[in-house]
């Protein structure tokens, strides 16, 4: 299958998240050594957009365990709503909601009839999301689109006649539809805002406009809905058109929005309420009037409440919240604000389900956090009622139906299972073997099943290790309103010990801004250390990972923003990493690069400044392995090394532990550091900063030179003198390669053979002057077991002087002297500057690092 990669983005895009469509495509050209097979894809791939990580989360349906859209029945009685991939009815006054829907998909986004009798939604068959009808009277569905696309939010016209949706056939762009509905069969499918490319200089969104969250006047005459025609930031604006009549739409309230907005307009056609994060940090209900005006808030709270729909005589509003940190549904009455939460105790499903109580084991029999999985015989997902699912952000379309999902358990949990054939997966971390088990014929009875985990068994010399990821978004606009404690949960089935939340603005909003702290979070426990820090977002010069502040938090935390008061490339990330470091932060470079950006030879648009604060010694760590290529980052780094730096190698996953669908889970990228004694914050960054550690995504690995560890460094006596070296690999998935590295080349690659999960291997090479070495493992094929792009793992070098001398290459040196010269060019002819002297302390910053980098080839010891 051939990679997608998107020609239509904006340049905006391509020096920080244009990572994201060709890493989970997974079908890029890394190097000569390495061939790739596309396996591995993004969900929905047929969305032509940037940033889908984004889209995906914030606009896509998702299974999630509680309630995720709602909609009225035409009597106002009852209220018809998805939750975990399937539709439910549910009586007002009543405590019980009965299934609707049980297919081969999973459900969503349901809209009643004006006449009460049919239900339409979308439902997700693993390949497309497609249009459905369901008759409430014999509960049969039909399918009424299959265009293979991704068809959204369907809204029946007040007269029954039509329908509004949002689709991406023939463009792979977000546009509205109208269709007419006859005898059950969609008819007359128009695009009613055809496929534009804008002028706007987009950040995080596509050149072309799109046109999302459509629904109708009261009189049926209007189209109301959300676009962002011409607009710079977000989704845009509350605009309408008529279909007959108009061909521009016309703006009836503009604000910042991000996918959410879901306007709905009253019965009597005077206001619409609609989710708005105006001035805060969470969307809340807000009301305007229908015409425009001033908007004014119905709900408050540190949560978002969402996807809010009027009842049929205007009483009530029905709406989601994750107020309780799940999604749940509630009413409030828009008179007098009063609030009620729709409680579904009993649940009467269509197909029979007998309770199922899964435990998690470890080797001495006591119960182990895990991450779980259970599936049918369809493929679809099940989990507790209470739990948080979540959802790989990529599948494998040749062995799966649907992207793998998750929960994490503490030990145990019960849930209501199909009385069918299960198949569970359980794990916790790397150091654990994955568990499998298929359950044949669960049927009629409570059961109890115990699932023991193994840790890998490792090398008698290994010692003691502690795991944390250095990049977790706690609260990222997602599903879920995540809490230090959940987050602790989510680690401690993950087997990870530390975490860095990372402390970032998702375009006005810095959701987690309040938890900031010098201090670890008092959620914190004796095996999870939990800690709020930083990233530092700008695009143009890379986003930087700041661990540690010990004073305040930096705001604005980004520049370089086009159309905003924050444009200017000042502060740059000199500036930036002196700010941190003067708080006594360590300064990392974060989810670096993609192949595209390096090969065959460097991006025009790579602005990247991490060979600037490198030269200028502002780097105290490089996220190796993170929401990135790692063999491409790997090979600036080696050029990095090459050049007499000598910057540990960090890892982070960049996981937005509140998606329901995410790049994850957390940990899914770690860093394991060296610990033999106390563990806290400040043997935490002493280990990161000495790098004596590794940094992984699945494989455990070790090296030793003699009895030389990573991190230190060895005296040669001799310009060339034998190395010898042990190495070992302990994986719970296949690994191909151990390869030793020296001075960025593979001296020596040991092929695994079997099950390739371990290999022991002792070896020696000759090194010829000063030089470096580490240990790194790899596979060229993805593993469903492993959601990343390919197993991957790499030790932090052992640094080799010769008579006090390291190595510096004239090649690297080279290489970063092109980029220094890329950056002069940009940052000269950017127009954004408040006044000259920024431009002149910017250029000042560049010209140190051409000079550093002009001396090291003066001085370099190897071509």
Request: hydrophobic content about 35%; glycine content about 6%; proline content about 6%.
């Amino acid at each position: 299958m051939p990679v997608k990669i998107s020609h239509k983005s904006s340049p905006f895009f391509s020096t920080c998240f244009l990572r994201l469509r060709v890493l989970l495509s997974f079908a890029f050209i890394i190097c000569s050594a390495f061939k790739s097979e596309a396996q591995r894809f993004p969900v929905l791939n047929q969305i032509d957009l940037p940033h889908d990580y984004y889209f995906r989360e914030l606009y896509l349906p998702q299974v999630t365990s509680g309630p995720s859209s709602v909609c009225w029945t035409s009597d106002g009685k009852s209220l018809v709503y998805a939750m975990a991939g399937s539709l439910w009815i549910q009586e007002l006054g009543t405590e019980t909601a009965s299934q609707l829907t049980d297919g081969p998909g999973y459900d969503f986004q349901p809209d009643c009839s004006p006449d009460g009798k049919t239900v339409v939604y979308t439902r997700y068959n693993g390949q497309s999301v497609e249009l459905m009808s369901l008759d409430l009277l014999t509960k049969q569905s039909t399918e009424l689109t299959k265009n293979n696309g991704v068809n959204l939010e369907p809204r029946w016209s007040p007269d029954g006649k039509k329908l509004a949706y949002v689709s991406t056939r023939n463009t792979g762009h977000f546009l509205l539809y109208t269709a007419e509905m006859n005898m059950g069969v969609l008819e007359k499918n128009q695009c009613i805002t055809p496929d534009r490319k804008s002028s706007a200089k987009r950040y995080y969104y596509s050149e072309f406009d799109h046109a999302i969250n459509p629904f109708w006047s009261a009189d049926g005459e209007e189209l109301f809905f959300i676009s962002n025609r011409e607009i710079a930031h977000g989704t845009g604006a509350i605009v309408s058109l008529s279909p007959n009549n108009d061909s521009i739409p016309k703006i009836i309230h503009q604000e910042e929005t991000s996918w959410k907005t879901k306007p709905d307009i009253s019965p009597d056609g005077t206001r619409m309420v609609y989710s708005s994060y105006l001035g805060r940090n969470w969307h809340q209900l807000w009301l305007l009037p229908t015409k425009g005006g001033y908007p004014v808030a119905l709900t408050y709270g540190d949560y978002d409440n969402t996807n809010a729909r009027w009842s049929p005589d205007g009483s009530r509003i029905a709406f989601i919240s994750n107020r309780t940190g799940n999604m749940t549904l509630w009413t409030i009455d828009p008179y007098n604000g009063k609030e009620q939460q729709i409680k579904n105790p009993k649940l009467i499903y269509k197909n029979p389900v007998s309770p199922l109580t899964i435990i998690t084991l470890d080797e001495n029999g006591s119960r182990q956090p895990a991450r779980v999985s259970i599936c049918d015989s369809r493929g679809k997902f099940y989990s507790p009622r209470e739990s948080w699912i979540h959802a790989d952000d990529s599948s494998y379309p040749a062995t799966q139906k649907f992207e793998s999902h998750y929960i994490h358990s503490q030990g145990k949990i019960t849930l209501d299972a199909p009385n069918d054939s299960l198949y569970i997966v359980a794990s916790s971390g790397p150091e654990y073997e994955i568990s499998k088990q298929r359950i044949v014929n669960l049927k009629g009875s409570s059961d109890t099943i115990n699932i023991g985990l193994s840790k890998l068994k490792m090398p008698l010399e290994y010692g003691n290790w502690k795991s944390g990821d250095l990049h977790v978004h706690m609260n990222y606009t997602g599903h879920y309103r995540n809490t230090p404690e959940i987050l602790v949960q989510q680690a401690r089935a993950e087997n990870l010990n530390f975490i860095y939340n990372l402390i970032v603005n998702k375009e006005q909003r810095i959701p987690d801004i309040s938890y900031f702290s010098p201090s670890s979070d008092p959620a914190s426990t004796q095996d999870v250390l939990l800690f709020h820090s930083q990233e530092f977002h700008t695009s143009f010069w890379g986003h930087l990972g700041l661990l540690n502040l010990d004073d305040h938090f930096l705001v604005p935390s980004y520049s370089a923003y086009p159309e905003t008061a924050f444009q200017s490339l000042y502060p740059h990330n000199v500036n930036i990493a002196k700010q941190a470091r003067a708080q006594n932060a360590l300064v990392g470079y974060v989810h670096p690069f993609l192949a595209s950006q390096l090969y065959p030879e460097q991006s025009e648009k790579l602005t990247n400044d991490l060979p600037l604060n490198a030269a200028l010694g502002l780097v105290d760590y490089y996220e190796l392995i993170g929401f990135a290529d790692h063999i491409p980052s790997a090979d600036v780094w080696y050029k990095l090394l090459n050049c007499g730096m000598r910057i540990p190698a960090g890892a982070g996953t960049d996981a937005m532990a509140n998606y329901a669908s995410l790049r994850g889970p957390v940990g899914l990228n770690r860093i394991f550091i060296k610990n033999d004694g106390v563990f806290d914050k400040k043997e935490i960054v002493k280990q990161i900063k000495t790098g004596h550690s590794y940094v992984t995504n699945g494989p455990l690995i070790g090296l030793k030179a003699g009895d030389v560890e990573y991190g230190e460094v060895v005296q040669l006596k001799n310009k060339s003198e034998k190395i010898s070296y042990r190495a070992f690999v302990r994986s719970a998935v296949a690994v191909d390669y151990l390869d030793i590295i020296w001075n960025g080349k593979v001296v020596k690659r040991h092929i695994l053979k079997g099950a390739k999960k371990t290999a022991d291997i002792v070896g020696e090479f000759t090194a010829d002057g000063a030089g470096w070495m580490l240990a790194r493992a790899w596979s060229e094929k993805a593993d469903p077991d492993l959601f990343d792009s390919y197993p991957y793992a790499s030790t932090n070098p052992i640094y080799f002087e010769v008579d006090g001398k390291y190595v510096i290459s004239k090649e690297a040196a080279s290489y970063f002297l092109i980029w220094i010269e890329r950056l002069k060019k940009a940052a000269m002819n950017h127009e954004g500057y408040r006044d000259e002297q920024e431009k002149e302390i910017v250029l000042k910053d560049i010209e140190l690092a051409r000079q550093f980098y002009l001396e090291c080839i003066k001085n370099s010891t190897m071509p």
